[in-house]
């Protein structure tokens, strides 16, 4: 069971980077995804999430405030990927980005599993 973050890399205010969540061993589309980063000496934040297929409000998306309007994040069921559009970047996106499983997208539910994140970071 693996789950693997990559796509990060350097880019400049207002660019723009896709993020990947590649699943192997498990199908990730029976978990909620999402996406937390954390940036040096600052607590972990979560930054996006989408729902299961199997759940209530099945392949329904939920942003920070910070991000919304910037960032999309949607699921590929045929690579076994979730993505993260990442666009309009700030200096402030700068951090580790990593993608977890859940049961459900809602604060009552914790990451169960993550795997090594992926560096993002914005300057010019």
């Known amino acids: 069971v693996q789950l693997q973050a990559s796509g990060g890399g350097l880019v400049e205010p207002g660019g723009s980077l896709r993020l990947s969540c590649a699943a192997s061993g498990f199908t990730l589309d029976y978990y909620a995804i999402r996406w937390f980063r954390q940036a040096p000496g600052k607590e972990r934040e979560g930054v996006s999430c989408i729902s299961s297929s199997i759940s209530g409000d099945a392949g329904s998306t939920y942003y920070t405030d910070s991000v919304k309007g910037r960032f999309t994040i949607s699921m590929d069921n045929a690579k076994n990927t979730v993505y993260l559009q990442m666009n309009s970047l700030k200096p402030e996106d700068t951090a580790v980005y990593y993608c977890?499983?859940?049961?459900?997208?809602?604060?009552?539910?914790?990451?169960?599993?993550w795997g090594q994140g992926t560096q993002v970071t914005v300057s010019s």
């Open positions: 977890a499983t859940r049961a459900e997208c809602g604060p009552r539910f914790s990451d169960n599993y």
